[in-house]
Nanobody
Framework: QVRLAESGGGLVQTGDSLRLSCASSRRPINTYAMAWFRQAPGKERELVAIITWNGDYLYTDTVKGRFTISTDSAKNTVDLQMNGLRPEDTAVYYC?????????????????????????WGQGTQVTVSS
């Protein structure tokens, strides 16, 4: 059983930045692909960003150019730097570990979004962006 724990959420204003971190009990953290999802009230959980074991990454269109996913081997975390936050970014953010190491399927955001392809999930951290 792998334990994932997110931190770094909070209440910010439009245009502010936040950095989320996800600590894993699995070492090294880049053994498998790691992802950040988010779920806004009344909406489906959506993939935000994913990073493979060797550092390839992919973002959903709405966060491209604003969010950056990375791993920190020293801290054993996967981080999500979020800049230029907007009210529509308000959601609970979850990190998840896939059972794949590299991208799978047709390597689209849709193909990588299936929750069954992720074995372990954190409890989530709330991000609220006020206008």
């Amino acid at each position: 059983q792998v334990r994932l724990a997110e931190s770094g959420g909070g209440l910010v204003q439009t245009g502010d930045s936040l950095r989320l971190s996800c600590a894993s009990s699995r070492r090294p953290i880049n053994t498998y692909a790691m992802a950040w999802f988010r779920q806004a009230p009344g909406k489906e959980r959506e993939l935000v960003a994913i990073i493979t074991w060797n550092g390839d990454y992919l973002y959903t269109d709405t966060v491209k150019g604003r969010f950056t996913i990375s791993t920190d081997s020293a801290k054993n975390t996967v981080d999500l730097q979020m800049n230029g936050l907007r009210p529509e970014d308000t959601a609970v953010y979850y990190c998840a570990e896939s059972h794949y190491r590299n991208f799978w399927g047709d390597q689209s955001v849709q193909a990588l979004s299936a929750r069954d392809d992720y074995d372990f999930w954190g409890q989530g951290t709330q991000v609220t962006v006020s206008s």
